[in-house]
């Protein structure tokens, strides 16, 4: 059949009267091509078509609207026919094929660089095996065929095949972490961007110049989500965030100033679930919905986060700066950083199989607020180079000095906590409470409220930072009228705590943690590392 479908294509006919019928033949040519190489055609729960091809032992999933696919078909015709297929008939197919996905094509879920199936994590190595590491609460394992479908976008980049055999602490000397703390949050950041269904907590990472922010950013993102532009500058709007959160899994923004409050709602609803919407062309009327979760890294030499929905999402640390003396080129900390890269994977694979062995079993004595990502990072613990509860204990303190940072950046968390230190509780109407610590010196200040409306909704915001400082806010209602009183409380609101972890590799025995007994294995040797300008060092 497609031989003679072959040859009444590529008969020679007067060129007046064949250009349709060589179409014709050529459409009928591709599509028997496509049914005899099993392609699969399919949609997401988004309506967007796609294909699953095996070429080569080697399979992978595309959009039927990538170049890439289009490209596969002529390679096919020319492969059958010797010749170019004709534009025409090629558009027309991809046409046809489209249909059959979204219409007679089933339904499925195709996921980016990590996925689930079932009680298990899939990670896509992007490598051109198409090779994915499958983990369990059992272990991982890297597996030629997936269990899920995942699609790739021009930019990703193969991660290195895992090995077993490796420590979470032989990162340390590729990061230029201030403390154990610091070293803690981070490998706990790095474990949360595993879990294939999120919420994630948003890594903010302050620094002077030469301080190896933007190395410690890339640094991660190649233990996960490998990109051929790892760093990425502030998008100029939440129509370029969702599209980077449509092409990768990871949302790495470098060298931030500030965060304004527009971006600051988008990267939480991105940290912790929400939809973006927008026109799918400039020129129509359908809209195009970007919705799910990604884990998100921002570097910037101040502290550029200074609203709290967004500081109570994230992970704050301030690297210290490298001495001149200490730094060392590009090339040798990179060279080192590959030769352990694989190990130090596979190290935080084992950390991801605890997880899920654990996360169940994890208990908190006060529920935090990212409680699913607190579990995950608790239950991963047992396989950490560190004391249970350590992870905790380092957020709670991180937490207490953001709040701070947040308060000292807040004229009016400033006067709120002058005025219970030197003159004790205030209490009264919205305007009175306003109009007694509005003062000549702080409506002076640029962010001081302007009215009585925007003074209550920055108080809201900033009420829980407050409370965690000693500060109690409490807005009553009675009928049409309200009050607000604010006083000075001796004890603060407990802070996060474990009351049971899972113990070292089980999860039927849980350990009683004390959050204050904090205990990481020391590691003296050198520790390189590298500052984004070309040189890198050695910490102290």
Known sequence: MLERLVDASTEVQ????????????????LLQLCEEAGDHYFHDIESRPFVYVKENKYS???????????????????????????????AEVLDTLEGLALFDGPEETIYLR?????DKVVLDLCDDQGRVVVIDKDGWKVVDDSPIKFRRTPGMLALPTPVPGGSIDDLRPFINARTD?????????IIGCFNPRGPFMVLLVNGEPGSS??????????????????????????????ISMNNAWMICLDNMSRISKERSNALCRLATGGGFATRELYTDADEKIFDGMRPIMINGIGDVAQRSDLIDRAIQLTLPTIPDHQRQTERTFLSEFKKRQPSILGAFLDAVSAALRNQNAVQFSVMPRMADSFSWAVAAESACPWEPGSFIAAFNT???????????????????????????????????????????????????????????AELRKIAQNLRRLGVEVNVKHKGQSRSISISHINDPPEQPSSLSLPSQGTQESPLDVDNGDLSVPNNDSARPICDGDKTVGVSD
């Open 14 to 29: 007067p060129p007046a009267s064949s250009t349709s019928d060589h179409n014709n033949g050529a459409r009928e040519i």
């Open 60 to 90: 992978s999933t595309w959009s039927l609207k990538s170049r890439s696919y289009a490209i596969l078909l002529g390679r096919r015709y020319h492969q059958l026919t010797g010749s170019v297929i004709p534009s025409t008939a090629k």
């Open 114 to 118: 990590i996925g689930e199936s079932l």
């Open 181 to 189: 703390h610091d070293f803690i949050l981070i490998c706990a950041y």
């Open 213 to 242: 922010k933007s190395t410690l950013c890339r640094v991660i993102r190649s233990l996960v989500d490998p990109n051929k532009a790892p760093l990425r500058c502030e998008p100029k709007g939440n129509h370029d965030l969702a």
């Open 398 to 456: 991180q937490q207490r000095d953001a709040d701070e940072s947040l308060c000292e950046s807040s004229s009016l968390a400033t006067a709120i906590r002058n005025w219970t230190q030197l003159k004790g509780n205030l209490s009264g109407t919205p305007t009175e409470v306003f109009n007694l610590l509005s003062g000549e010196k702080n409506m002076k200040h640029r962010d001081w409220p302007k009215s009585v409306s925007s003074f209550g």
